[in-house]
């Protein structure tokens, strides 16, 4: 019959599944070709480098970027961007993982992020606070380390704020976090749950969708999502909330997602490393500065951050912290657009160091892709 010939446009099932294993099979040629490149890039650093030798964030951020400009789909470019972070930090690997120490338990948003930007063939080192974070990077237990510094519904986080005045670490990327709040648990379903322990943040922003579905649930403060998703392992009737790391780390499953009434809430977090870095075509330069000891009157900040005026500076960012170095004196820690090295910024931050009692560069750094 005409009607059940196959035309030439047209494949039968057992034939799409063959294409599909050639093409596998040329992935994976492909994916070994590269690791073998990877690993003559160790062997020409040679034998006494460590794996904070080989990682090039400013690299990798060039080839990112690129992965999204030939995106033309149909997989996402949040799917693409993913799958090579996977591959680089699988290559990297070879010679020996990246230790990043992060804001822990294990569980958090703050190792998700680790995640992200490095990929899971890492070592994700977990730390008490975020002082033990920049402590194990400065004296090299870890090559890096996460941290947040801002949420888009909460503000910053002033205790990384704080670290910087007094540590030698440099900023060496960033990470822009979309914050998805799940539902997780061992039970069958809603029916059985009896409470949920989450961080109190974590509840209160997931509270119109507990009140609307789990009306009659008790809610219960955790001092962190890991530690609900803990009790969730642990307990009967109890469920948490949390990022999807969570229910991979304590073998919950994910009940509902993304129960977060905001949509749009985001943490930004930033890396830190003991280097600056070389540009990568698409930066952010973050300072430290204070007004000169002898200024005083009205607009002194604005007469400090003239030169990034009249140099044409875009100005993300401007947050002020005590500056412990006496009362009332205050120091500003400002990002903006552009590498520390390149000019026109490079201009800008000399006159603008000339004017100031305090100027650091902490970090000039490529922006977070994806």
């Known amino acids: 019959m005409a009607g059940s010939r196959k035309t030439k446009d047209t494949l039968d099932l057992p034939e799409i599944r063959k294409q599909i294993n050639a093409i596998d099979e040329r992935i994976q040629t492909l994916i070994n070709e590269r690791a073998s490149y990877a690993q003559k890039v160790g062997v020409a650093k040679g034998k006494q480098g460590s794996a904070v030798d080989y990682y090039r964030p400013e690299r990798e951020a060039e080839v990112l970027r690129s992965v999204m400009k030939r995106n033309k789909g149909p997989m996402r470019d949040e799917e693409m961007l993913r799958l090579f972070r996977e591959i680089m930090s699988a290559c990297l690997a070879q010679q020996e993982p990246l230790k990043v120490g992060f804001l822990g338990p294990e ?34 237990a870890a090559d890096f380390g996460v941290v947040p510094i801002e949420n888009s519904t909460e503000g910053s986080v002033n205790n990384t704020l704080d670290m910087f005045l007094t540590s030698p670490l440099k900023i060496t990327g960033e990470i822009e976090l979309k914050i998805e709040q799940h539902l997780m648990g061992r039970m069958a379903g809603l029916d059985n749950i009896e409470r949920i322990c989450a961080h109190e943040q974590s509840l209160a922003q997931c509270r119109g969708w507990l009140r609307e579905f789990l009306p009659h649930v008790e809610l219960i403060g955790m001092s962190s999502n890991a530690a609900g998703a803990r009790r969730a392992r642990d307990e009967d009737g109890t469920a948490a909330i949390g990022p999807e790391v969570a229910a991979d780390v304590y073998q919950l499953k994910v009940m509902v997602n993304s129960i977060e009434d905001r949509p749009d809430n985001a943490t930004r977090f930033l890396v830190v490393g003991r280097q600056l870095l070389a540009a990568s075509g698409d930066d952010r330069t973050t300072i430290l500065v204070s007004t000169s000891d002898t200024a005083a009157g009205a607009g002194v900040l604005h007469q400090l951050l003239q030169p990034l005026a009249e140099q044409g500076i875009c100005m993300t960012r401007i947050e002020s912290r005590p500056s412990r170095r006496k009362k009332w004196d205050y120091v500003f820690f400002i990002d903006v657009d552009g590498h520390a090295e390149e000019a026109p910024l490079a201009d800008a931050l000399a006159k603008l160091k000339k004017d100031s009692s305090l100027f650091r560069v902490l970090g000039a750094y490529p922006k977070a892709v994806g």
């Open 107 to 140: 569980g958090t948003f703050t190792q998700t992020a680790v995640f992200k930007h490095f990929g899971h063939s890492v070592r994700a080192l977990p730390f008490h606070t975020i002082d033990e974070v920049f402590q194990e990077v400065e004296c090299g």
